[in-house]
């Protein structure tokens, strides 16, 4: 048998966590939100969906828009996915969406592409703590309707719910009033951009960050124009949070700045920064 000083013994010991880091980063794939690719998606859905799978993203979230398919073109889209061997888990979704009439036609094109979370990103006009609590039994009604499918509800914020509403923060009031099945996918640029801290809230819900916006925002002029990991996010703080108590199953790289011929590339460098960051 082979004798280790207690040094060697001593700096193995102290690699444990980082190898352990290393895997549990390697487990947890990276997507884009297809709105940093608006203009292109626009012009062409299947093509610009093949380039960013190209570009080595695993997982799409649709935007709004997709809520105009029929189902023939949701399956069209589900069988470009499976050929490329890329995922949608998620969509972003306006307020229509939860409501009677219009959580079963979100079922159904969810469905069919294969994603189980459908998450509201736009609550409309709301203004006062008691309309926030509303939005979050709009949340809790479409769980019930969902959770026996196998699906979630989730609720994307903006910058608005950072800010104080008769001295409560929306997010707060939503936390507090939805059920726990009720995914709270964090978009990180705007509570930045806020002046909130991003880690103390992926602590204080743990288990129900199961997706991130990975938006950057820097002070000083470039705010949202900012790629991925070159603005003032505190990254590394912030993944360590989302894998150690967050919950997070998948990220999203999100890019909303920038002219619309450099979206796909804007895409790429994004992609290069995640996996300088994550390697």
């Given at each position: 048998?082979?004798?280790?000083?207690?040094?060697?013994?001593?700096?193995?010991?102290?690699?444990?966590?980082?190898w352990a880091r290393a895997a549990r980063a390697a487990s947890v794939p990276v997507g884009i939100e297809l709105y940093t690719v608006r203009d292109a998606l626009a012009k062409d859905l299947m093509g610009t969906v093949r380039a960013v799978a190209k570009l080595g993203y695993q997982i799409v979230e649709f935007y709004s828009p997709y809520y105009s398919?029929?189902?023939s073109q949701a399956s069209d889209v589900r069988k470009l996915l499976d050929d490329l061997g890329i995922q949608c888990r998620s969509t972003h979704n306006d307020n229509r969406v939860?409501?009677?009439?219009?959580i079963q036609k979100a079922i159904e094109l969810n469905q069919i592409i294969g994603s189980k979370?459908?998450?509201?990103?736009?609550p409309g006009q709301v203004s006062t703590a008691d309309s926030w609590k509303q939005v979050a039994d709009r949340l809790n009604a479409g769980a019930e309707k969902l959770k026996p499918l196998g699906m979630f509800a989730g609720y994307h914020n903006h910058g608005?719910?950072?800010?104080?509403?008769?001295?409560?923060?929306?997010?707060?009031?939503?936390?507090?009033?939805?059920d726990k099945s009720v995914a709270l996918q964090f978009d990180v640029g705007t509570c930045v951009a806020s002046g909130a801290d991003p880690v103390?809230?992926?602590?204080?819900?743990?288990?129900?960050?199961?997706?991130?916006?990975?938006?950057?925002?820097?002070?000083?002029?470039?705010?949202?124009?900012?790629?991925f990991g070159e603005g003032d996010a505190p990254w590394a703080k912030i993944f360590e949070a989302a894998e150690s108590v967050g919950g997070i199953e998948y990220?999203?790289?999100?890019?909303?700045?920038?002219?619309?011929?450099?979206?796909?590339?804007?895409?790429?460098?994004?992609?290069?920064?995640?996996?300088?960051m994550r390697s």
């Open positions: 048998m082979t004798t280790l000083s207690r040094r060697t013994f001593l700096t193995m010991a102290g690699t444990l966590p980082l398919w029929t189902p939860f409501t009677p009439e219009g979370y459908v998450v509201m990103a736009s608005a719910e950072w800010q104080a509403v008769e001295g409560k923060r929306p997010m707060d009031i939503l936390a507090t009033n939805t103390a809230w992926i602590t204080s819900n743990p288990g129900r960050i199961k997706s991130m916006h990975c938006k950057d925002w820097k002070a000083g002029g470039k705010e949202y124009a900012v790629l990220y999203l790289i999100e890019q909303e700045a920038g002219p619309a011929d450099e979206q796909l590339m804007r895409a790429e460098q994004c992609l290069v920064n995640w996996k300088k």
